[in-house]
Nanobody, 129 residues
Framework: QVQLVQSEGGLVQAGGSLRLSCVAS????????MGWFRQAPGKEREFVAS????????TYVDSVKGRFTISRGDTKNMLNLQMNSLKPEDTAVYYC??????????????????????WGQGAQVTVSS
């Protein structure tokens, strides 16, 4: 059974930084894409960033470009999201997610929630002004 376990979020002042982590277990084989999504109160779940298996192909939503960095950890089952220059509008529950094995090592992981089969439990990130 595939499980994604996330680190806790936190409360941070605007302009501050926070790092989220996620560890996947139970996956077999390789070539899994991973991503981060977020959901603010009253809003739909939104794509934040994705990374392919090798880590060479990353994608970000425009609103976080230059501020957030997605990366693999020490192993390919670990995923990080470094968030800098946080803004109040970044406040949301953040979810890590994993695809099923992708067909090609050259393709980008998806930007839609339907591209992902496995989800973490979520972590609240609150940015105060």
């Amino acid at each position: 059974q595939v499980q994604l376990v996330q680190s806790e979020g936190g409360l941070v002042q605007a302009g501050g930084s926070l790092r989220l982590s996620c560890v996947a277990s139970g996956r077999t084989g390789s070539n899994y894409g991973m991503g981060w999504f977020r959901q603010a109160p009253g809003k739909e779940r939104e794509f934040v960033a994705s990374i392919n298996w090798s880590g060479g192909k990353v994608t970000y939503v425009d609103s976080v470009k230059g501020r957030f960095t997605i990366s693999r950890g020490d192993t390919k089952n670990m995923l990080n999201l470094q968030m800098n220059s946080l803004k109040p509008e970044d406040t949301a529950v953040y979810y890590c997610a994993s695809t099923r094995p992708m067909y090609s090592t050259d393709e980008f992981a998806g930007v839609s929630s339907v591209d992902y089969a496995y989800w973490g439990q979520g972590a609240q990130v609150t940015v105060s002004s």
